[in-house]
Structures are given as C-alpha cells and as structure tokens.
C-alpha cells in the first residue's frame, strides 16, 4: 500500500476524474488509514512503499505490478504521469525478495490483472495491451485469459470484476463485450452478478481473502450477496479516493509468493 500523501485530482485520464472538483487530502489519508488497520485487524501484514512527490494515483497501488509465484511483474503505464510510478514500485517490490520482470508492453499491473489461482483474468480495452497479457503469461507460467472492456468508466479490470476465491467471481456484465462475458460465464458458471447500482460505486473494487470482503459500504445489494455465498462482508469507505477512480483494491497490490 501506499500512504497517499500527496494525493490530489489534478489531471484527468479516467471518467471518475474532475479536476475542478475538490478533493479533501486529510480525509484520504484518514479512508487509507481505515483501510489500512482493516488488513491488520483481519491478521495481514502490509508492505508499504514511500508516495513519491508528484505522483498524486500512487495510493493505487494494485496498478504498481502483478505479482504472481514471486515474480514481480512490472507496470507500464499508458498515461505519462504516472510512469514514474513503475520504477518505485518494481524496485520496492525487489527490495521485498521478488523478482522483478520488465515490461515491454503498456498494462497497468493488478488493475487490469487478477489472479485466480489457476489463471490470471487480464483485461484490455482501455489501459493495458494484449500483448502484455502474453508477456505476463511468459514471465510466470501461468495461464493468462484476455477480456476486453467496453465501458469507460469501468476502464480497469478491477473496477468491474472482483475474484473473491479461487472458483467464485463476482463480474458487472455490461462491461464486457460479448464473447468476454461468455468467457466467464464458462469458465465461472457460480459467478455473482453485479447490478448497475453497486457496480456504479465501484462496489467490484473489492478485496477478498477467502473469508471476508472489504468492500464499498453503497454496494449493499452486493454485499448481502457476498454473504449468501458464506463470506462476510466489510465495509470500508473510500468515497474520498473514488473520486481519483478507485477504491479499496485499486489501493491494495496482493503479494504472493
């Protein structure tokens, strides 16, 4: 995770994005704080990487890089200013015993990649290419499914599916395009189907770790579907970082060994 110390709307290069729209920087930190202290109640430890000055999307730190097996996989940012990101993240993350393999190809890490356990689901469309789907499927072995988004506001993967276990997804259909939807509905016929209102708040950019979800708290119709399906869901707001686009996972880059 990291601190979002600088954080600010002072560009735009997603739909959430409103320049001309205060943000408050001190209730940021206090959400982050929150969600912070949620990981380590639930018994997580939490790395963190010092926030770069100027680098006011760097508390979105799934877009840092995918890790995967010990392979850190590097971001390659579309957008310029957030380039400088890439390389803070990657040598952190080597600091911390992963090894770190370089990108060629634009994608931009956990937002758009999310492991499953048996697969990596990789979205495409707006942010990352295809052909850094098969760079990551290279660099760890694993087998990695292109989906391709069609909605802008659901510009990351992670804003419109959230993989709560290995064999359980939950998906926002509308924002994929047909031959993606029939992609999931055959690999994950048990899958949770998002409504538009939960979807709307960013209710998908949620983190599961097999037994809890944390998860937007205007995502209710959501949330009491996480609980049919046994887990127990957690709301924890981060309304002040939704306005940069993101919310709980787009904070949360998942290390695995």
């Known amino acids: 995770m990291c601190r979002p110390t600088h954080y600010t709307v002072c560009y735009e290069i997603n739909p959430w994005m409103d320049s001309a729209r205060p943000t408050a920087t001190a209730l940021a930190i206090e959400q982050w704080e929150r969600l912070r202290s949620t990981y380590l109640d639930l018994g997580h430890t939490v790395e963190l990487i010092d926030p770069l000055p100027g680098c006011p999307d760097m508390v979105y730190a799934a877009n840092g890089a995918t890790v995967v097996d010990g392979v850190a996989y590097a971001a390659n940012f579309r957008y310029e200013q957030r380039r400088p990101e890439a390389p803070a993240y990657l040598t952190r993350l080597a600091d911390l015993g992963f090894a770190p393999a370089a990108a060629e190809f634009v994608n ?5 990649m999310l492991f499953t356990g048996t697969y990596v689901l990789a979205g495409t469309g707006f942010r990352s290419e295809p052909a850094a789907h098969r760079e990551l499927q290279e660099a760890i072995g694993r087998p990695v499914i292109t989906l391709e988004l069609v909605n802008p506001r659901y510009y990351h993967l992670d804003t419109a599916l959230a993989v709560l276990t290995g064999d359980l997804i939950a998906y926002y259909p509308p924002a994929f395009t047909p031959g993606s939807r029939a992609v999931l509905e055959h690999l994950f016929p048990d899958a949770i189907i998002a409504g538009e209102a939960d ?8 983190v599961s770790d097999g037994e809890h979800v944390v998860v937007a708290p205007r995502a209710t119709r959501l949330a009491a579907q996480f609980a049919e399906r046994g887990l127990e869901p957690i709301p924890v707001d ?5 306005k940069g686009g993101g919310g709980a996972k787009c904070c949360t880059l998942e290390l695995r060994r």
């Open 238 to 242: 981060t309304s002040e970082l939704l």
């Open 199 to 206: 979807a709307a708040v960013l209710g998908l950019n949620a």
């Open 108 to 112: 931009e890490g956990e937002g758009d």
